[in-house]
């Protein structure tokens, strides 16, 4: 797979055309005319897409929540896309999103976080103009995330990014498209599982399907259509008797590369690729395993801002040299942290080598909307990253957030275990930490979130004894696992998966803040990190870890880099912490 530019490179196709750029804008108070009158208007601001308003980096730069917003972009379709069919899609709009084409409503999509498209090519014209209509309330069934339902930013809850802020493009096709590709490597009996889905499918349609590594051809095979969706295994060879196949680890990242055609009596009808990893996650007898074998994790809580940009990475290589970084440090993962990122960034992750958890961004009022917010977003959410060998976990809950009756409410309780066993359903290949924090329900990893400032007082608390009987734990004041649930013994395994938050002590004014005491100097943090983290290490029931994070985050100042992703601390301190274990 090249490493040219594109939306998403897990499932690319090689005529598309960015629509990202200056737009025209508008609030919703400077209307002064019916909304279908609106339509036709001249927007009176501009802003850059795909950065939200509320951020320097728009060209707008207000805080003030509005909650509907307008755009507006005229285009014409590039001459490589001339008589082929067209589709528009965005990233993520957040909240909701309504779409106009040339005065045609095409549709509406809702979820902050989560991709959609429509097919345009019947609306077309010479020049073309496209409004979108945004609105996002002050919701707190909305799965928000870190976005603050008030204006002022408070603790650790910071500013909304409403509107557009992932990429917004064309894609082309011959004729009919390849919907989905969903691939599932299974290293104990050397297969891969394709389900390509085809909602235009026609009898006699057949698949052609080309595998590589490296640039040498391993296997190809055609397939006829059986449907809707086409299950097709392919076996894979090892090179020779001795090695295995090409294993994904983060040492040795390894890819195959993928094509696959659609083809209609002997015609094209799309070309898609993609790329898999023949990567395994498993526990066993309490143990977190790596294609069967033992992996301590490592890993860092990362939120995904930028000062200037906010939620939306100020280019391709932003989100690259995050986990350069990352690594740097000597972490061998990420948790992305109440955030659906850009596709990119998982890109990245597997080509370079980082496990990454995913999460989904909290909603904070438990309700049927919530509930149904939530668990929309999680199904589009492993839909749309489901092919990612970077990706291990998945967190559907963190700290009881919207669910903050979890510890003894039934129903709040079945919930959790609801997004546990559909997770399971629709991906039995990943891990789950079904509410990371405390107040577990049935999971694979209990996270743990302990932010003791000395390493002794974790080790003294989380006893081989204790963890025998981790009911009884109480990390930050909280019960470790809700009434009526219990531990899963050697099924699951215990990781801390929030502590630390140092903060590095500034001039900066008292709402700055990190979890304990700010240290004065960089020495007296990497001290008190490594006194804690070792404190973890000595734990052998303990399987893995996840610091408290890599960037500051507006008024949170305890990032091992500042807001502007500038290394506060030495590569090389950290990374021979780190490698302790």
Known sequence: MRDTYVPRPDFAR????????????????????????????????????PFTYQTPRSGIDISKMHNIIWYKREFAIPEPMFNKRIWLKFGAVDYRADVWCNGVYLGNHEG?????????????????????????????AQPRGKQYWKEQTDRCWYIQNSGIWQNVWLEATQGSPINNIKLTPDIDTNNVEAIVTIEEFKPGDLLEIEISYKGTIVKSTTATIDGYRTKVMISLQAEDFIDELHYWTPDTPNLYDMQVELKRNEKLQDHIETYFGMRKISIDNGRILLNNSPIYLKMILDQGYWKESGLTAPDDDALRYDIEVTKAFG????????????????????????????????AYEYCDKEICNITRD???????????????????????????????????????????????????????????????VYAD?????????????????????????????FPMGRRLFSFK????????????????????????????????????????????????????????????????????????VNGLLTMDHIPKFNFEAIRNINNMR
């Open 331 to 362: 972490f061998n993962g990420a948790r992305k942290h109440q955030k659906i990122e850009d596709p990119r960034y998982y890109y990245w992750a597997d080509r370079m080598g980082l496990l990454v958890w995913g999460e989904i961004p909290s």
């Open 378 to 440: 999680l199904q589009e959410f492993i839909i749309r990253d489901y092919n990612h060998p970077s990706l291990i976990t998945w967190v559907p809950l963190n700290e009881s957030w919207g669910v903050r009756k979890i510890l003894v409410d039934s129903c709040q309780q079945n919930f959790g275990k609801a997004l546990y066993f559909m997770i399971k359903a629709m991906d039995s290949t990943r891990l789950v930490s079904t509410n990371d924090g405390w107040e577990n």
């Open 112 to 140: 902050g976080y989560t991709p959609f498209e429509f097919e345009i090519t019947k609306h077309l014209k010479e020049k073309n103009e496209l409004l979108v209509k945004v609105t996002d309330y002050p919701d707190t």
């Open 14 to 49: 090689d005529n598309w055309y960015s629509l990202n750029g200056t737009w025209q804008f508008a609030f919703d108070e400077d209307r002064d005319k019916e909304e279908q009158e609106w339509l036709f208007n001249k927007l009176p601001k501009e802003i850059l897409v």
């Open 445 to 473: 990893i209990v996270g743990i979130h302990d932010y003791h400032t000395k390493g002794k007082e974790i080790t003294d608390k989380y006893t081989e004894e204790a963890l025998k009987h981790p009911e009884s734990i």
């Open 485 to 556: 649930e219990t531990y899963q013994g050697e099924k699951s395994a215990f990781m801390i998966t929030e502590y630390g938050g140092v903060a590095l002590a500034t001039d900066a004014n008292e709402t700055n803040w990190g979890y304990g005491e700010a240290e004065q100097g960089v020495d007296a943090v990497i001290a008190r990190y490594a006194d804690v983290t070792k404190g973890i290490m000595e734990v052998e029931q303990i399987m893995g870890f996840c610091y408290t994070q890599l960037t500051d985050v507006y008024q949170e």
